[in-house]
Each structure stands twice: as C-alpha cells, then as structure tokens.
C-alpha cells in the first residue's frame, strides 16, 4: 500500500471536497480520484460516498480512518523527521580521496569544517583501481576523483584544480635525467595501468591508450595502487603517470619524475551517487568549489 494513497485518504477525509484535497496535496483533482479507486480497490470496498453535491465517508471508510490514523500520523512524523534532517548539515560526512590527500583535499576538508563545525569529514583512502566500488556500496558520501565521469547514476560538481602530468621513471630509466618530455615520446614508453573495476574513461586517464596524435602507446601490466605503481617504476618496469601535485608528495630516491608537455591537464572534482544526494554533500561542493577558487561561501 503506498503511502501517497493513504495520506490523500486522510487528507481527502477532512476535507471531504476533491478541489480543496488536490490542492493541499499539490495534485490534480483526477489524481486524486485516482488514487482513491486504487485505495478503494486494494481495501475491497467503498471509503467515500460521492455524489454531485457531497462527499462523505462511508462506515467503512470511518473505521479505516480510525484505524489508520495513529499510525499514519507516526509515519508522517517520521518523514518528516527525515527530511529536515536531510536538509541538515551535522554528524559526520565520509570523504574518500585518492591516493594522496593533496591541499585540494585537505583544503577542502578545512574550508567545509569551518562552516559547519556541527559535522566531522572522516577522510577515507579510495583503491586508484575501483575509484566508485566504496562510493556506490555507501561507505563514503562522495569522494574525489578524476573528471570526466561517465557514469549514469553519479553526480559530479566542478573542477576543482586543473595540473599537469609528469612521468614516474626508474632513475635508471633513459629518460630519468631529460627535464621534459612531449606527449608523443609516450608511444615509446611502455605504460603501468589500473587492476580491477575501473571504467575505460577512467583508465584512459590514468594510462592513456594512444598518444594525442593517436600512436598506440604499449602497456607495462597494471596494478591496484600508486604504491604498487611506483614499486614496478623503481623496479624498471614501465612507466606511470602521476598528476603533479601527486608526483610531488611521492619523491623517492629510485624514482624521477619527468613533466610531460602536450596532455590533456589532469582535472580533480567530486562524485557522489544522486540517489544518496544530502545537503551535507552538496554542502561539501560548495565548499570544496569555494576552497579551489579562494572564496569563502556565505553562510545560508
């Protein structure tokens, strides 16, 4: 029994009028006539009396809304409880970041707590290889990624941050001494991609597949992680790209960093699933977009 026939029932049964009842419930007269048949059929039996000059209940219909009254008013009151607290910003919102919380990140997280002091952000390490698994399963609420995302039942918001590329090598590798590389070289460089569930439009940005000319550029196997990544790097195994900021965080002594010219920047932003949309998440972009350009949102 669905809960928008009940409440045009009770609605309908203090009114006693289909005009007044369609307009309290934000409906057309004819929906609600066809709500209550749909009711009226799922009963058995005649709720209302209605002829051209009243409406009435039937016994029937008396003893269904007495009845269903105590009941109906708890579930009202519960939806209603659950919608002002989807409107509220409080309790803890679970942030996921991928592989480094770069100050996009963090920057993020402060200017957000800042805000809204009533809600904690627990950051939460995303696998680079299953960049939306924690994010669709609910463990997180929304989390940073590389855009585009092509996928139908995520939402994203804006570029948070637009950077350029560099190209992990092992330092014994031929081009660990060059100070810079252009994207065509890459055709030459065998490239470590991602394990596991990832989508192709997010592959393509981690280890693209041909160079921007469209010169086919080979594979080197793939791992889950950064970590693992930089592990076949220092081995001299292939090469990974890594956005700059990234590079940055993860300098080591066996590993050089060349800049690549010539690709597409590396953009950050944010996902979350639209069916678990809340204004904490939505509240976490704005801030998170406010942060990237250095301005503070206003307070609701």
């Known amino acids: 029994m669905e809960f928008r026939e009940l409440e045009c029932f009770v609605v309908l049964s203090e009114e006693l009028h289909f005009a007044r009842t369609a307009e309290r419930l934000y409906l057309s007269p004819g929906r609600v006539s066809q ?26 219909g008396e003893r269904f809304l007495a009845d269903l ?23 803890e919102l679970r942030v996921g970041f991928l592989a480094t919380p770069t100050e996009v990140v963090t920057g993020s997280v402060r200017a957000f707590e800042r805000r809204y002091p009533e809600c904690a952000v627990e950051l939460v390490e995303i696998p680079l290889s299953d960049p939306f698994g924690k994010l669709r399963a609910g463990q ?12 139908p039942d995520l939402a994203t918001g804006e570029g948070l941050n637009e950077v350029s590329y560099q190209l992990g090598v092992s330092t014994r590798h031929p081009l660990a001494a060059r100070t810079g590389i252009a994207a065509e070289e890459l055709a030459d460089v065998p490239l470590i991609g991602l394990d596991g569930p990832a989508p192709r439009v997010y592959r393509e940005l981690i280890a693209p597949s041909v160079t921007p000319s469209g010169r086919p550029i080979p594979r080197a196997g793939t791992v889950a992680t950064s970590q693992e990544g930089l592990t076949q790097v220092a081995l001299d195994r292939g090469g990974m790209l890594f956005c700059t900021p990234t590079a ?9 960093f060349v800049p690549v ?6 953009i950050m932003g944010l996902a979350w699933v639209k069916a678990a949309e ?8 704005e801030a998170a977009a406010g942060h990237a350009h250095r301005v503070e949102p206003l307070v609701a």
């Open 35 to 60: 709500l209550m048949r749909s009711l009226e059929t799922r009963i058995g039996g005649r709720l209302f009396e209605r002829t051209s000059r009243r409406v009435r209940l039937t016994p029937l």
């Open 69 to 91: 009254r105590p009941s109906y008013e708890g579930l009202a009151n519960a939806v209603h409880r659950a919608k002002a607290a989807a409107r509220e910003v409080t309790g």
């Open 248 to 256: 940055a965080h993860h300098r080591r002594p066996d590993v050089s």
């Open 261 to 266: 010219a010539g690709l597409s920047p590396s």
């Open 278 to 285: 809340t204004a904490a998440v939505l509240a976490f972009e």
């Open 140 to 151: 997180v609420d929304l989390t940073f990624t590389l855009l585009p995302v092509n996928e």
